[in-house]
């Protein structure tokens, strides 16, 4: 156990722990792996872990879910076990590198070069996973590398489904200066405070967002251990990093998403979300879900699977 990890009062065993009881709610059978890289590729001893539901038929391309920032693969338990059964689909819920159960390897401080790694370790997993393409369901900061992923390999990516993506919108407001509240709210990481607190960080994380958890993932009575999930996840991620080389003032990305080219897109929207709606994407459908803010899927999650299935079965 690290220094770091015995300030927070974290491990990677607790993590385990609270995600194998997050996943006790699914009721079909599932399989939970750590996929090592490509050594073929410059991620070789890196490792993606990946939670895996079967189809009743392998013939149809495979759906990956992707989280968004400070978050990891069990935040989708309401959601999975329905999304396989009712698409038809092998399932497969990835935390990205640097997140969740994934290995944690150090970030460049350089936006491109950080953007680089998370894409090239999403390629590195699907070659391991021999996988000849797939179609990717994607959240928030997942969206974005999602859709950067589908810009550098477009023949791998049959279409995305991005619900409450980050990054891929204009940004028409006036730059600030860093001291600013926008400013300086895109310079400290979050995470990194969350970390520096250690052993008050929880009794905080619990007292700022309690309603959250307690109200957001009722319907599988999970709040708790959602928490527990989520604050033992993000005490020992280093994706934060990467994410926060990529964040521009005003909680935009450097480099935001304008163009997804000819393949079929599909945002998906929560109508009470922070988030900008996205501005001039051509052939783009974007879908409104009432009454849903930013984590959609936990939200609404009827609707939001009727959405996605509507999407995926389209094609």
């Known amino acids: 156990m690290s220094l770091q990890q015995r300030w927070s009062q974290t491990s990677p065993e607790l993590l385990e722990h609270y995600e194998t009881r997050l996943l006790c709610h699914l009721r079909t059978p599932f399989k939970l792996y750590p996929v090592r890289l490509d050594p073929q590729s410059s991620l070789s001893g890196e490792f993606i872990h990946t939670l895996e539901l079967a189809a009743a038929s392998d013939a149809r391309t495979p759906v990956v879910v992707m989280h968004g920032f400070a978050s990891a693969k069990a935040t989708f338990v309401n959601v999975l076990q329905a ?44 070659a391991s996973m021999r996988l000849p393409s797939i179609a990717i369901c994607a959240h928030s900061f997942g969206a974005y590398i999602a859709a950067r992923y589908a810009e550098r390999y477009p023949d791998r990516v049959e279409t995305l489904v991005l619900f409450e993506p980050w990054g891929v919108m204009m940004d028409d407001q006036p730059r600030r200066c860093w001291w600013s509240i926008e400013g300086l709210a895109s310079t400290v990481n979050p995470l990194a405070l969350l970390r520096l607190a250690g052993p008050v960080a929880l009794p905080l994380m619990r007292a700022l967002t309690w309603r959250l958890f307690s109200h957001t993932f009722a319907s599988i009575g999970a709040g708790d251990e959602m928490l527990m999930y989520l604050y033992h996840s993000n005490a020992q991620c280093t994706g934060d990093a990467g994410f926060m080389a990529m964040l521009a003032p005003h909680y935009q990305a450097k480099r935001p998403v304008v163009d997804f080219g000819s393949r079929r897109v599909v945002i998906i929207r929560g109508s009470r979300s922070w988030i900008v ?11 409104m879900i009432l009454g849903a803010g930013h984590q959609v899927y936990a939200e609404q999650p009827d609707t939001f699977i009727k959405e996605v299935v509507q999407s995926l079965v389209c094609i």
């Open 277 to 287: 709606p996205a501005k001039g994407l051509r052939g783009v459908e974007q879908v």
């Open 83 to 126: 999304l396989s059964e009712r698409c038809g689909r092998k399932v497969y819920a990835i935390d990205l590198l640097g997140f969740g159960r994934s290995s944690k390897p150090s970030f460049p401080a350089d936006d491109t070069a950080a953007e680089a790694l998370f894409v090239e370790s999403v390629e590195a997993w699907r």
